[in-house]
């Protein structure tokens, strides 16, 4: 695979004029002076493997201040990287802190990574799904920023539940039960935290490189086997254009692979929030339907495809179609809403609320949203960035990183794509633990329905999957 061209359309750079005038430092000797590695990225020139480690070690330890680091990221940002840099980068940020062994634990460790959207609540109810079926899901996940949820978030809204486990009882737990799910610790790949929110302020986020070097280091150190990417494109994802999504799809199974840890990924439409609910505990209710086998079709779609590829990457199924029948098994007799309970009292949450979660939604205050006077006909589309950013207004999502968000906020999309609309009627319950930022959130959700004549049916949200080099489509 090509990684010249590793840079999205978004940072596509120019060559300064000036450039005749520079003086480029033949890499003579492999470790250089932080100006010397700047000065190569500049003119377009490649760091060695050695290099990229010196550099990303001693940022790591203090010995390189962020303004250099700064007009680095800069000048690959608009020059580009190799691919062999973008493996030099991934692994120097992995053994930039520890990385897990889980080889003494039985079976094929795998896990899901997905670039996340709006209402994208699937790693909740697919690992329980996943590790009912005989494949161990060891998962460290994120929080939320912005319109896109995080997995933390979501599990920390139900009573109790601790996602902040050593890595002692993280190794126990998955040996166990076969199931964990918990937060970064300080120890994993620590460069990803510094150069992340290096990254955020210098206008360098949105760089294939970076993002894969990101997103690996921080999966290749839970002790994996194998990893399923969720790609998202579409409003509400993190990468809105579908070439971007695909381009970043295969940087990341192209590096994976290069790891030793097989990866296939799924390109998912996050044009429209997945599911009906969003926010924090109503997108666990909404994961609990599922696991009772009661979730809106394009949320079970989407889990089960999810699902059916690690269960293959486990090797607990030859093919995807016997993998289907086995988590679809797992659902129908419970044995995954038992697996979800026994991690959630494991990790000290209140078994109770997840027994019965419709207690817990009635503890916040509800208000309706309603169709507009204007609206007639059909709903032909929800934008999952208006309902995000709605979402961000009423506290079920963070602004800075420094935020709290409100564990019982959120809204339950009641009128989607292809429902028949008249004025008034209600399109959305909003919930809340108060009603302080109500108002302003009902007067941006509502923006974020189109309605037209005529009726059309959702389609499929699974795009395509890239595996062994090649797009499913053929594209
Ligand atoms: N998610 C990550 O973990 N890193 C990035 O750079 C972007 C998204």
């Known amino acids: 695979m090509q990684f010249a061209s590793a840079r999205i359309a978004l940072g596509a750079g120019r060559r300064l004029a000036s ?41 790591t330890d203090g010995d390189i201040p962020d303004y250099q680091m700064s007009a680095l990221l800069m000048a690959a940002f608009l020059n580009g990287m190799q691919e062999a840099e973008m493996v030099s980068l991934t692994h120097a940020m992995l053994h930039s802190g520890v990385v897990l062994d889980l080889s003494d634990i039985a079976g094929r460790k795998v896990d899901k990574h997905s670039t996340g959207g709006v209402g994208d609540k699937v790693s909740i109810p697919l690992a329980p799904i ?9 998962m460290i996940s994120g929080r939320g920023l912005g319109h896109t949820g995080g997995t933390l978030d979501k599990l920390e809204s139900i009573p109790g539940f601790r996602t902040d486990l050593s890595i002692d009882d993280y190794r126990r737990q998955l040996a166990d039960i076969g199931l964990v799910m918990i937060g970064q ?19 360098t986020v949105e760089f294939v490189p970076f993002i894969a070097a990101s997103i690996l280091s921080k999966k290749l150190a839970e002790g994996i086997d194998a990893l399923i990417l969720d790609v998202k494109h579409g409003s509400g994802a993190f990468m ?11 940087t990341l199974v192209g590096v994976s692979e290069g790891f030793g840890k097989p990866a296939v990924a799924l390109l998912t439409d996050m044009d429209q929030p997945l599911g009906r609910a969003v926010g924090n505990w109503p997108e666990v209710e909404e994961s609990i339907a599922l696991l009772a086998g009661e979730a809106p079709d394009d949320l079970e779609e989407v889990t089960l495809a999810l699902a059916a590829e690690m269960i293959v990457a486990g090797h607990q199924a030859e093919t995807i179609t016997e993998a289907l ?11 995954a ?40 006909g059909f709903v032909t589309r929800i934008d999952a960035l208006d309902v995000g950013r709605a979402m961000v207004t009423l506290g079920a999502g963070r602004q800075t990183k420094e935020d709290d968000v409100d564990p019982l906020a959120g809204c339950v999309l009641l009128k989607r794509e292809g429902d ?6 209600v399109i959305a319950r909003v919930m809340a633990s108060t009603e302080e930022r109500m108002e302003a959130c009902i007067e941006g959700l509502q923006s974020a329905w189109s309605f037209g004549e005529r009726s059309v049916s959702a389609g499929s949200r699974i795009t395509d999957r890239y595996a062994d080099g090649a797009w499913r489509s053929g594209k």
């Open 185 to 203: 610790t300080a120890d994993i790949a620590p460069a990803d935290k510094k150069l992340y929110a290096l990254r955020d302020v210098t206008a």
């Open 130 to 138: 996943v590790a009912a079926c005989g494949v161990p899901v060891p």
């Open 240 to 250: 809105q254009a579908e070439a971007n999504a695909r381009h970043l799809a295969e």
């Open 325 to 335: 029948d086995k988590a679809k098994d797992a659902i129908q007799s419970g044995a």
């Open 337 to 376: 809403m038992d697996r979800f309970r026994m991690m959630v009292e494991v990790q000290g949450g209140d078994v109770e609320s997840i027994a019965n979660p419709g207690k817990r939604t009635e503890q916040a205050v509800a208000a309706d949203v309603r169709a507009p006077d204007d609206a007639a």
């Open 420 to 425: 028949a609309i008249a004025p008034g009627d």
């Open 19 to 59: 450039r005749f005038f520079c003086i480029v430092p033949s890499p003579t000797s492999e470790i250089m002076h932080a100006v010397d590695y700047i000065r190569t990225k500049r003119e377009g020139g490649q760091l060695t493997d050695g290099q990229w480690h010196d550099l990303i070690a001693r940022y």
